[in-house]
């Protein structure tokens, strides 16, 4: 695995407990942010002027007669308009309206008096200051608005809430009426313009007529009247069809008769044509026929009667036969004479027919022009009807569309500001936005947080947790309460080693000031007082400082060795510690930088080894120099002191890779100055040994002198070994 790449985080499950810890870390910041919203809001309230307020309530109806106009349908309602009382509002904050009131209550004059030295407004500023001290709201579910106007002057506030409510009445009748009378002048004025187009084409309809010489009787007709009219045209049609069927009647009475011989025609002729002489000529042969059958019977063909009879017989069959051509020709020339008669009629009816169309046709124009005149005619007439219906409804009585129910009165206490109201929004607020900057700092800090945060970034365990404040035990001694944290630290570190041999350990930090040199001084006091031979190597050649926490020399140290100037025994110092050295760093010359990484040093690592149960190695920032990380190299163990809550997790990661890049055995991390007052979450690592320690001191005071001895002969044997 590449040491270089940073673990994945995991994700994380906030518990309530965590959230508690956040507000208790940073109750500072949640106090000093919460003190500064509360005083601000505090102050602001005081500070602001009072002013008082006053309500004036008005019904708002649209704009309708009392009665029913001439243009509006018996069915016909205004539908639910949802937007009229927010356009109302709009209207009330308009220049046309809040322009009257400030006319009317000379506010230019008097607010430059009060906010500008003096100077006279523009109605432009006044309708900002105004629109700023009023403020509308609709009733529920009714058409009332309430205006409501603020002032310092309960009287001034009073009188700007009835003047916007008369303006704005006085506003709503002007509209009406010059909407109706502007209406009514406009259809006067469009009557006026059908009056000239009329009379123009009346001219233009004059002289097509008497240019086309058409005479034209019906004034009101917009068509051309025919020469044949529908009913002669009707009358003419019923000839001409009379005429053909006696045409036909007869043509077909012809052809049926013509081909029948005398004797047939002699029988049907007196049923088809009503001929009365053939019927008496067809009688008396008849009777002459009946005579001379019964004379055929009496005489003999000589007889005189006989002959006479026969005779007439003949003459009559004569007779008959002659008249018999006679009907025949008869109906044939009726037949003629019914063709004829049908010819004419119909020619007749074409001919007017034909100049029915010659006269419309001519006459088109004309008549096109009388019906453009019957247009503008009728036009006309609906323009009479619409203004006359207009003018009535203008003096119909009009229902009151603005009515002020409650005029405003002068308030008797202020209303603003609000003070209870504002302090306790300032104090809300002021928790809100102090508890959540605190998370919001929560959540940009980076920096180690927990023990669970080490874990999980670095894959480390965590083998001590340092208290905040810690002093040193070199100076506190055994019994201090601080001690126990580094004895469970030394622990921790022994059941860490998988090998008895190791014994070198370096103690490294990613940055400066995480407590690297208190944390090697007072393990390894805790080491010496376990009875081992302890071996502090102060490896930070370039600000070195345990040499200061104790109290010697840095003259002669470790450098000195490494350049071979001193030997091993030269450069080791006592302390005042049984079991516990100390090497200082020694002066450091500006051409030996690279001397931790020479053979020497490996040489002193094993020197050391041998003479020491431990030797502990401070170093510099590992992140800064590369001192930290040769050093980590060639010891046996590595611990990393992380201080809370100081440098981002990233560069606490990047420190152990550094180790692990070089070779380094990296056994753990201390986690130093814990806060333990804000993170109970610590308190079980130290605070039940802080508890302990302060009980047995208190006592150690109530003790009897003797018993006090006792105790402290005891401590001293616990020290030493």
Excluded: C
């Excluded at 005891?714 to 030493?720: C, R």
């Amino acid at each position: 695995m590449d040491p270089l790449k940073t673990q994945p985080s995991q994700e994380v499950k906030l518990h309530f407990l965590d959230y508690w810890r956040i507000i208790r870390i940073r109750k500072t910041v949640i106090l000093a942010v919460f003190l500064l919203v509360v005083i601000t809001a505090t102050l602001v309230t005081f500070i602001l002027p009072e002013s008082y307020a006053s309500v004036a309530r008005i019904k708002v109806e649209r704009n309708a007669s009392d009665i029913q106009g001439f243009t509006e349908g018996q069915g016909s309602s205004r539908g639910y308009d949802p937007y009229f009382i927010q356009n109302e509002f709009e209207v009330i904050q308009s220049e046309k309206v809040l322009g009257k009131v400030i006319d009317a209550l000379d506010l230019n004059t008097a607010w430059g008096l009060k906010y500008q030295n003096g100077q006279k407004l523009r109605t432009t500023e006044t309708i900002v200051l105004l629109k700023g001290r009023m403020a509308l709201r609709p009733v529920r579910n009714t058409s009332f608005i309430e205006i409501r106007a603020f002032s310092e002057d309960r009287d001034e506030a009073a009188k700007i809430a009835n003047a916007i409510a008369e303006e704005y009445k006085a506003y709503r009748m002007q509209q009406l009426l010059s909407l109706t009378t502007g209406g009514i002048k406009a259809l006067e004025d469009r009557y006026l313009e059908q009056e000239t187009k009329i009379r123009k084409v009346q001219e233009q309809a004059e002289e097509l007529r008497k240019k086309l010489g058409l005479n034209d009787p019906d004034v009101s007709g917009t068509s051309f009247q025919p020469l044949l009219e529908s009913e002669a045209l009707r009358r003419f049609e019923q000839l001409r069809i009379e005429s053909e069927m006696r045409y036909i009647g007869r043509q077909e009475l012809v052809n049926k008769l013509k081909p029948l011989p005398r004797d047939q025609l002699k029988q049907v002729l007196p049923t088809t044509v009503n001929d009365p002489i053939l019927t008496t000529s067809l009688g008396e042969l008849n009777l002459a026929e009946q005579k001379f059958v019964s004379l055929q019977k009496d005489f003999a063909p000589e007889h005189p009667e006989y002959i006479r009879i026969k005779g007439q017989l003949d003459t009559l069959n004569k007779q008959i036969n002659d008249r018999i051509d006679g009907i025949m020709i008869g109906l044939e020339n009726s037949v003629a004479t019914a063709k004829a008669e049908v010819d004419n009629l119909v020619k007749s009816v074409e001919g007017a027919k034909r100049l029915d169309m010659e006269k419309a046709e001519q006459s088109r124009p004309y008549f096109d022009k009388k019906r453009e005149l019957e247009n503008l005619l009728g036009f006309r007439r609906i323009l009479e009807m619409k203004i006359a219906s207009e003018k009535i409804d203008v003096e119909l009585p009009k229902t009151l569309m603005v009515e002020i129910t409650d005029r405003a009165q002068p308030g008797l206490r202020p209303v603003r500001p609000n003070k209870p109201l504002n302090i306790a929004l300032g104090i809300v607020i002021g928790l809100v936005v102090g508890v959540g900057l605190a998370f919001f700092i929560e959540y940009l800090d980076t920096s180690v947080k927990t023990i669970d945060d080490v874990e999980r970034s670095l894959q480390s365990p965590v083998l001590g947790v340092i208290p905040q404040n810690i002093g040193l035990l070199f100076d506190e001694g055994g019994e201090s309460p601080h001690a126990e944290a580094y004895r469970v630290l030394r622990t921790n570190v022994l059941f860490a080693r998988k090998d008895d041999k190791l014994t070198t350990v370096a103690v490294v930090s990613a940055g400066a000031g995480e407590g690297k040199s208190t944390t090697v001084l007072n393990l390894a006091t805790v080491f010496a007082q376990s009875g081992q031979r302890i071996l502090i190597v102060d490896s930070d050649l370039r600000r070195p400082t345990i040499h200061k926490m104790l109290g010697v020399t840095n003259n002669l140290g470790l450098t000195n060795f490494l350049l071979r100037q001193n030997p091993l025994e030269e450069v080791i110092q006592t302390t005042a510690i049984p079991g516990l050295d100390f090497m200082a760093s020694g002066k450091l010359p500006s051409s030996s930088l690279a001397i931790l990484s020479s053979a020497q040093m490996k040489d002193l690592v094993s020197e050391l080894k041998q003479r020491y149960d431990f030797v502990l190695f401070d170093s510099p920032p590992i992140m800064g120099v590369s001192d930290a990380s040769i050093l980590a190299s060639e010891v046996d163990l590595t611990l990393q002191v992380i201080q809370y809550r100081r440098y981002p997790q990233p560069m606490n990661i990047r420190a152990k890779q550094m180790v692990e890049k070089v070779g380094g055995n990296l056994i753990g991390i201390v986690l130093n100055n814990i806060n333990m007052s804000q993170d109970e979450s610590y308190y079980y690592y130290s605070g039940y040994y802080h508890d302990y320690y302060s009980k047995n001191e208190e006592t150690a005071r109530t003790a009897p002198a003797g018993k006090d001895a006792g105790a402290k002969d005891k401590a001293g044997i616990k020290q030493k070994y």
